[in-house]
């Protein structure tokens, strides 16, 4: 359990209106993600943050912005929302793993908030 | 251009048979490797990983084997339980993990009784 929450866990939401999903973490973790999962593409990055005020694109970030003033919240907001935004979308933070098979990181997600754009 | 691959988007195992899930991956750049395993309406667990100087990575019934030259690596899950049932996915990720993780598109798991 890497302490991670997510608000609210579902919403429906018209298009045109902005939409703001809360990521909250309780262990200090430097790294925050935020992706989407949609069927037939996985998991695709939206946006992620290395630090407190320091944020950087993934791969579908059109439509999307995020804020971290604080190390322990990392928020994704969609502008305008669109029919297209229409997913389950997911928080997650990274840290070193002892089940991993030599070095490095491990990402580990929240529970997910389901988002529903008529 | 999808840089991973999971070319079976469903899988049906016996229960107490081995199951087998299979990624392919296009980057060479990539040097770790992560297989998650996802029940509906849950976020993503993390299983198993392995790094690029290893072959393989064994925790439980659950072994991870990577095959650098094919750019292949493989999930063994022995014996299969009812509670696998789940949607598996793989990732890669370059620099051991300090870059970013792109995933595959999924298998889904389902264990026969």
């Known amino acids: 359990d890497a302490g991670i929450t997510q608000s609210p866990r579902h919403k429906v939401t018209e298009t045109g209106t902005p939409v703001t999903l809360r990521c909250h973490q309780t262990?200090?973790?430097?790294?925050m993600y935020w992706y989407r999962q949609d069927p037939g593409h996985g998991l695709r990055l939206i946006h992620y943050s290395y630090g407190v005020k320091d944020t950087d694109k993934g791969e579908v970030s059109d439509g999307y912005s995020v804020s971290r003033s604080k190390t322990e919240d990392f928020l994704l907001t969609l502008e305008s929302a669109t029919s297209s935004q229409t997913s389950v979308y997911f928080c997650?933070?990274?840290?070193?793993?002892?089940?991993?098979?030599?070095?490095?990181?491990?990402?580990?997600f929240g529970p997910g908030t389901r988002l529903l754009v008529l | 251009d999808q840089q991973v691959k999971q070319n079976s988007p469903s899988l049906s195992v016996q229960e107490g048979r081995i199951s087998i899930l299979n990624c392919d991956y296009t980057n060479s750049m990539f040097d770790y490797f992560l297989w998650y395993k996802k029940y509906p309406a849950e976020g993503p667990t993390f299983l198993i990983s392995?790094?690029?100087?290893?072959d393989k990575n064994e925790d439980g019934r659950f072994t991870v084997f990577l095959n650098k030259s094919a750019k292949h690596l493989s999930l063994h899950i022995v014996p299969s339980q009812p509670g696998d049932s789940a949607v598996y996915f793989c990732a890669a990720s370059a620099n051991f993990g300090n870059e970013k993780l792109t995933f595959g598109t999924g298998t889904r798991l389902t264990i026969i009784p």
């Open positions: 997650a933070i990274s840290e070193s793993s002892p089940k991993s098979g030599g070095a490095g990181k491990t990402q580990y």
């Open positions: 262990e200090n973790h430097r790294y």
């Open positions: 392995i790094s690029s100087i290893k």
